[in-house]
T-cell receptor, first 110, second 116 residues
Framework: AQRVTQPEKLLSVFKGAPVELKCNYSYSGSPELFWYVQYSRQRLQLLLRHISRESIKGFTADLNKGETSFHLKKPFAQEEDSAMYYCALPNNNAGNMLTFGGGTRLMVKP | GAGVSQSPRYKVAKRGQDVALRCDPISGHVSLFWYQQALGQGPEFLTYFQNEAQLDKSGLPSDRFFAERPEGSVSTLKIQRTQQEDSAVYLC??????????????FGPGTRLTVL
């Protein structure tokens, strides 16, 4: 069974500090992974996906198949990055329904 | 354009009552998903529709949960004889295609259900 683990419930950093939100997965096959973000009082939205290899709002994530990880990184955190972050893995069945990790709350202090 | 909408946004029910939660997906979106998010946890899959066909309901926690999408657009999640453990945020998401790996799921704001 596929699983996504986010070991940190809360990550608190100061503005300008580097950020790394951890995500580990278990999946048999070639995974496709996403990071979703939920800002305060807003709906869950896609931040970035592995396949696009893009940088969104300064965030990047690299898939490491050896370590089964997909950590989200940003070199210099901003206060507006404060939010809940969820790592997610689509299932090849069920229309690619998503298996989510438990989420990490990022707090960026001034 | 309009995103996914859900109603009601908040619902308080007494234990044993039946509730119905509505989801209006983005127009033209083929796929529709329901997720349940308990407090402090990530969303968990409940069920999936492709147009009007319910192709997967493996995540529904009990036979008290029932979902439909009769005309392939609006969907309703019904919970019968609600229990306290049903208290959660119920999220609806839709995507344009039939679940390809590049499909993006767009989420609604959720319905927060509290069972007293």
């Amino acid at each position: 069974a596929q699983r996504v683990t986010q070991p940190e419930k809360l990550l608190s950093v100061f503005k300008g500090a580097p950020v790394e939100l951890k995500c580990n997965y278990s999946y048999s096959g070639s995974p496709e992974l996403f990071w979703y973000v939920q800002y305060s009082r807003q709906r869950l939205q896609l931040l970035l996906r592995h396949i696009s290899r893009e940088s969104i709002k300064g965030f990047t994530a690299d898939l490491n198949k050896g370590e089964t990880s997909f950590h989200l990184k940003k070199p210099f955190a901003q206060e507006e990055d404060s939010a809940m972050y969820y790592c997610a893995l689509p299932n090849n069945n069920a229309g690619n329904m998503l298996t989510f990790g438990g989420g990490t709350r990022l707090m960026v202090k001034p | 354009g309009a995103g996914v909408s859900q109603s009601p946004r908040y619902k308080v029910a007494k234990r044993g009552q039946d509730v119905a939660l509505r989801c209006d997906p983005i127009s033209g979106h083929v796929s529709l998903f329901w997720y349940q998010q308990a407090l402090g946890q990530g969303p968990e899959f409940l069920t999936y529709f492709q147009n009007e066909a319910q192709l997967d309901k493996s995540g529904l926690p009990s036979d008290r949960f029932f979902a439909e999408r009769p005309e392939g657009s609006v969907s309703t999640l019904k919970i019968q004889r609600t229990q306290q453990e049903d208290s959660a945020v119920y999220l609806c998401a839709s995507s344009l295609g039939t679940g390809g790996r590049t499909d993006t799921q767009y989420f609604g704001p959720g319905t927060r259900l509290t069972v007293l």
